[in-house]
């Protein structure tokens, strides 16, 4: 494949979440020849002109691609291709994976491009959020009330939608790592109120994760700071105002936070520095939570 960079990536205006996917996916997986590519807007449907390449972009049209409009490679709304599995997005993923064939190994883009194309088939709609108000939160909502905000503002909108797709997708990498460890390394125990969860590693998405899967309580032994962080379900009645207590006289250099609820002990946060990380190791946590709530 060519690998001449291009300098226009050009797309619709009022860009939706696949027009923005498409040049986040080029920009960000193809930064070879997309990296420094400037990006122009046309009419949905239309193509950029010679005469305005030239003039705004000091560019050639050999020197453009065009995403999610004007009938080309990186379009899907050609009658041939009028199918629920086929986005601009795609279509791309595609051409990553044949320039870059360690993409088709990421799980985390192809979840992602799962979602997109969904939502440009308007699939979304029976999503089970569908019906519920905090469905405004989702991306393609926000972009959606991106366009009521600021309405003929396409940049802004591209940089709202790229720096979204950036979060979402280390979240969604930290997701389905999440997942792995729980599978491979998760130690499983048991306190009278249920099933808790202990895991040594960064990860800290698989504290959530642990609870989503039905455990009572876990617990997550940061592996390389040595931070401990303890959640408990919300919907139970267990609270964790006896281990606080007795890690207060073993754990006395260290810093710990008892939240309020009673669900959450932690001695590590992003949001608080300089702490200093608990000397009990995971299996010592382990067997006092055992010993105090058995």
Known sequence: MNSTPRKLIVTHHAPDLDAISSVWLLKRFDSQRYASAKVGFVNPGATMSLEEAEKDFNCQLHEITHVDTGLGEFDHHQPERASRDICAATLIFDYLKQV???????????????????????????????????????LHSLIHGHESIEPHDDDSQLHFGMQALDCAYAEMTNRLKGEEIIET????????????????????????????????????????????????????????????????????KATWFYHASGKMLLNGSIKHRNQVASSISLKGMIHLIQKLYN
């Not at 993409?103 to 019906?131: C, Q, T």
């Open 100 to 138: 870059r064939p360690e993409i088709a190994d990421d799980r985390a883009l192809e979840e992602m491009i799962k979602i997109i194309v969904d939502v440009d088939h308007f699939g979304e709609i029976y999503w089970p959020e569908a019906r519920e108000n905090r469905f405004a939160f989702t």
């Open 185 to 252: 390394k998760g130690i499983e125990f048991d306190i009278k109120e249920g099933k808790c969860l202990g895991l040594e590693t960064q990860n800290d998405d698989s504290i959530k994760l642990s609870q989503v899967k039905g455990y009572i309580l876990a617990v997550r032994k940061d592996s390389e700071y040595g931070h401990i962080r303890i959640k408990v379900r919300p919907d139970a009645e267990l609270n964790l105002n006896k281990l606080y207590q007795a890690i207060k006289e073993i754990d006395q």
